[in-house]
């Protein structure tokens, strides 16, 4: 088993910064890992970024140039830097871990980012 919790959210006006952070505990694989979905009112989930913990990293189309994510592997922690942060950011925002070779998933209980105009 696997737990994580999210840190950081909350509100920030149009243009602005949030950081988002997620510590993993419990049985953790070295090969893994670790990104962030999103959920917006009404809207499916979505994935915004993930890193394995070789290092290689991916992002959705909508928060290149904008989001950065980064791990800490020593400490099983991964950030989500958000940079200009427009409205339609606004979700509550998902850590997830899972190892490299296997399908389990884990989540943790989501942060609600929101952005106001």
């Known amino acids: 088993q696997v737990q994580l919790v999210e840190s950081g959210g909350g509100l920030v006006q149009a243009g602005g910064s949030l950081r988002l952070s997620c510590a993993a505990s419990g049985s953790i694989s070295r090969l893994n890992d670790m990104g962030w979905s999103r959920q917006a009112p009404g809207k499916q989930r979505e994935l915004v970024a993930r890193?394995?913990?070789?290092?290689?990293?991916n992002y959705a189309d909508f928060v290149k140039g904008r989001f950065t994510i980064f791990r800490d592997n020593a400490k099983n922690t991964v950030s989500l830097q958000m940079n200009s942060l427009k409205p339609e950011d606004t979700a509550v925002y998902y850590c997830y871990w899972k190892p490299t070779y296997g399908t389990s998933y884990y989540w943790g209980q989501g942060i609600q980012v929101t952005v106001s105009s």
């Open positions: 890193q394995t913990s070789g290092g290689s990293a």
